[in-house]
Nanobody
Framework: QVQLVESGGGLVQAGGSLRLSCTTS????????MGWFRQAPGKEREFVAA????????YYADSVKGRITISRDNAKNTVYLQMDSLKPEDTAVYYC????????????????????????WGQGTQVTVSS
């Protein structure tokens, strides 16, 4: 059974920073593409950032580009989301997700912005940005 556990959320003032972590277990982390999504109250879950299994490719939502950085440490089975210059509109529950190939192993540069492509999800961590 694959488990994803997020941490690092909290309350921060606008302009501040947070670093989210997501540690996985149960399958070989280095074979998974990873993504971060978020869901604000009353809104649908939306894509934030994604990173390939090799770490060679990443992609960001336009709303966070330049302020948020996704990275991974395959030796620690952990993916990170460094969030800087936070805005009140970044307030949401943040979820990490893992995608594995149905056959074989994902291409090294594979990433996805589609939640349906992800097989496993964490429980989420709350990020609140005050104005």
């Amino acid at each position: 059974q694959v488990q994803l556990v997020e941490s690092g959320g909290g309350l921060v003032q606008a302009g501040g920073s947070l670093r989210l972590s997501c540690t996985t277990s149960g399958r070989t982390f280095s074979t998974s593409a990873m993504g971060w999504f978020r869901q604000a109250p009353g809104k649908e879950r939306e894509f934030v950032a994604a990173i390939s299994r090799s770490g060679s490719s990443n992609y960001y939502a336009d709303s966070v580009k330049g302020r948020i950085t996704i990275s991974r440490d395959n030796a620690k089975n952990t993916v990170y989301l460094q969030m800087d210059s936070l805005k009140p509109e970044d307030t949401a529950v943040y979820y990490c997700a893992a995608a594995f190939s149905r056959i074989g192993i994902l291409p090294p540069a594979y990433i996805s912005t589609n939640a349906r492509d992800y097989d496993y999800w964490g429980q989420g961590t709350q990020v609140t940005v005050s104005s």
